[in-house]
């Protein structure tokens, strides 16, 4: 039998890779202006597009789905051909994989400076961009698959286990998550409430990190290590170990974002252990990686891409220390809202995910060119300037983190906060932010040295563009063939590995989901919580449009220092009528859950109009443009009919008069405002946000009011 000659798709290799790079320098340039807006808001530039709290989804968006999400299909494109020893199943299919991702990604771009989001983290996107989303992930699904079938190579090998898990886990997060009622062509509410819509999202947002973040790139660190350093894989048995512990364990630990919420006791504690748990597998990982390169550190110490994957692997051990440890009750309570969180987000992404990236990069390109890299110099320089803007950036947000979450717990001696003004520590930090930018800054520019570095490289090659490559057909297996253990069986056999990993992840996602979402019980119900009305929810929707959950949370943890700062602790049937829920995930300003009657309408008003006449020295963008715009109530009748068909008791026809009522409760809140000299118009939008405002937390003191 004679091999069959093929060739290589590197075109769309090629493609995903400047995707890469220029989504990269895009994604990490906003999110060095978000930097800078956190100690210098006048680099909100003055206009409603560019505030903190519009284009942060955009920078974490850009990051995560245009930057990531191009080098994980650079990187798949590349390894599958040749691990199977065929060419990808459809060049079409690869080009609509490639142009609708880059579409999906350039709607993020437009769709979310005009504050058009649900909200919820990591899964910004309204609901048109979701069902593409799906759709391009169905078509790589399909090409992939077909690649898988029609591959030349029996055996499967690790690097495709985590490339099958990876497509099966994120199509059911993605799903699962974007179960939301349009109102209109760019807005929709979610179908979960509260606590409920908070498990969900937090099982997504986690995940998203376990199954976009973590197992592509493991499984592109099983395929390019090895590579780069022409050596087998450590271990063959620990790969297997750590590939099904890591998605057996991963999918449990969402609930340890919302530790000291309303979220029942039994599943925050599902959520701390297995996250403890976490920890073997993450590190059976790093281990087999770095241990991969045994015997060959003389090499590491000459080759600069194989520091760029050390350090990369290194970043992934010390991330996945620290997230089990701040999963800890203890620990949590002092760093959780803090910035110490963004400190160990970022150590992940700009070492594990960033630097992994880089040395795929350097690795890979100079390959499909048929050259040498251009300068192995700016390499090096990339590399040392990288690693000192992740110093940088992860050591003042370290600082900063615990001396935010230390100083808003600390009493006098007398037993009264020490700084009972929020904004006391939000000042003290701000030499963090301004290194942080620094470090930012470090990094960026590293990034653009790359970018000149390949695009020579580029240059003195030429792309070829179909590599040719022979490789014996797959010839059908005698059936009493045997070859040894039940999981070299199984890697013969993708659908049954797909099926295998499906379940596996499905465990964890029923025992903690269902009984949250399907039993009532579990979120008990408070009488005097009211659905808002028609003006206050759409204060809330111009809440959630300008992003102020990106920097306030609306939940009061059970500590004497929050009770003592906002109020009294927050109940899980508060937020029965809160699609989405608002939570939040930090806290660059103070909670909101208490806010309503701690302040005048006219407060509220200056606040909004300049925060620093109210606030000296408060880092919170000017919102003048609420001032003047006038608040769009077409959409009222839209908004309450589907309130009232994801549960919320608004009474039957009421959509009808609905405007009306929200007539009648601006006039009066504008007529608040004149008795103190703040003459304006009842239809602008800061009357409803105020309404909105006015509203937090007031449910629960008249409450206690009537029980008096």
Not at 523 to 529: D, G
Request: glycine content about 8%.
């Amino acid at each position: 039998m004679q091999p069959e000659k093929f060739y290589y798709d590197n075109k769309i290799v090629r493609n995903f890779g400047i995707a890469t790079v220029i989504w990269g320098i895009i994604g990490m340039t906003v999110g060095l202006i978000v930097a800078i807006q956190l100690y210098s808001p006048g680099m909100n530039m003055g206009n409603q597009y560019t505030t903190f709290g519009r284009i942060r989804p955009l920078h974490t968006n850009a990051v995560i789905f245009a930057f990531v999400g191009n080098a994980i299909f650079m990187g798949v494109y590349y390894s599958l051909q040749r691990l199977l020893k065929a060419r990808m199943f459809s060049d079409l299919l690869s080009n609509i994989h490639f142009w609708g991702w880059q579409l999906i990604i350039v709607s993020a771009v437009i769709t979310l400076p005009l504050g058009l989001t649900t909200s919820h983290e990591y899964a910004e996107l309204e609901w048109p961009i979701d069902i593409a989303i799906t759709v391009i992930w169905v078509v790589f699904g399909i090409n992939m698959f077909g690649t898988i079938f029609k591959r030349r190579e029996r055996h499967l090998y690790v690097a495709i286990w985590f490339y099958i898990a990876t497509f099966v886990t994120i199509a059911v997060l993605h799903i699962v998550n974007s179960f939301e009622l349009p109102v209109s062509a760019f807005k929709s509410y979610m179908v979960y409430a509260g606590v409920q819509d908070a498990l969900v999202q937090w099982w997504y947002g986690h995940n998203a990190v376990a199954f976009f973040l973590t197992t592509p790139y493991l499984g592109m660190m099983y395929y390019f290590l090895p590579k780069m350093a022409n050596r087998p894989i450590y271990s063959y048995k620990l790969s297997i170990l750590h590939f099904w512990a890591l998605i057996f364990i991963y999918i449990w630990a969402g609930p340890h974002h919302l530790l000291y919420t309303t979220l029942p006791g039994w599943a925050q504690s599902l959520g701390i252990a297995f996250s403890i748990m976490l920890i073997a597998p993450s590190w059976g990982g790093m281990i087999n990686g770095l241990l991969t390169l045994r015997g060959a550190w003389d090499k590491v110490r000459d080759d600069v891409i194989l520091k760029f994957m050390v350090v990369g692997l290194t970043a992934y051990g010390m991330a996945t220390f620290e997230g089990p440890m701040l999963s800890l009750k203890q620990v949590n309570a002092i760093g959780h809202f803090t910035d110490w969180i963004i400190a160990h987000v970022h150590v992940g992404a700009l070492g594990w995910n960033g630097f992994l990236t880089f040395a795929i990069l350097y690795w890979l390109i100079p390959r499909i060119y048929k050259t040498q890299l251009y300068s192995k110099k700016m390499a090096s320089f990339h590399f040392w300037i990288g690693t000192l803007g992740i110093l940088f950036y992860a050591v003042p947000m370290y600082w900063a983190g615990f001396t935010q979450g230390l100083m808003l717990k600390e009493f006098t001696p007398e037993g009264i906060l020490k700084y009972p003004n929020f904004l006391e520590s939000t000042l003290r930090i701000i030499p963090m932010h301004v290194m942080r930018s620094v470090g930012g800054g470090f990094y960026l520019l590293g990034v653009i040295v790359m970018a000149y570095n390949l695009v020579r490289t580029a240059m003195q090659g030429k792309l070829v563009a179909n590599e040719a490559a022979h490789a014996m057909a797959l010839a059908p297996l005698p059936k009493a063939a045997k070859d040894g253990t039940w999981h070299r069986t199984l890697e013969r056999k993708p659908i049954q590995l797909m099926i295998a990993a499906l379940i596996v992840i499905l465990i964890g996602t029923f025992v903690e989901l269902m009984p949250t979402l399907t039993i009532s019980s579990n979120i008990p119900t408070i009488a005097a919580v009211k659905p808002y009305t028609p003006l206050e929810l759409q204060g809330r929707d111009l809440y959630i449009r300008e992003g102020c959950s990106n920097c306030h949370s609306q939940t009061v943890r059970p500590f004497r220092s929050e009770t003592e700062r906002y109020g009294e602790y927050s109940k899980a049937g508060e937020f029965v009528y809160d699609h989405p829920f608002l939570w939040g995930s930090k806290r660059t300003g103070p909670d909101l859950a208490r806010e309503g009657g701690k302040y005048g309408s006219a407060w509220h008003y200056n606040h909004l109009m300049d925060p620093r006449l109210m606030s000296p020295g408060s880092i919170m963008p000017n919102y003048d443009w609420l001032l003047t715009q006038t608040l769009d109530t077409t959409t009222t009748i839209a908004k309450i009919n589907a309130m009232r068909k994801l549960g919320v008791p608004y009474a039957p026809g009421y959509e009808r008069i609905a405007n009306s009522d929200l007539d009648k409760q601006a006039k009066e809140i504008a007529a608040n405002l004149y008795t103190d000299h703040i003459k304006i118009k009842n239809d602008k939008e800061v009357i409803a946000i105020i309404a909105y405002l006015q509203r937090l937390g007031t449910d629960i003191k008249a409450n206690k009011t009537a029980n008096k």
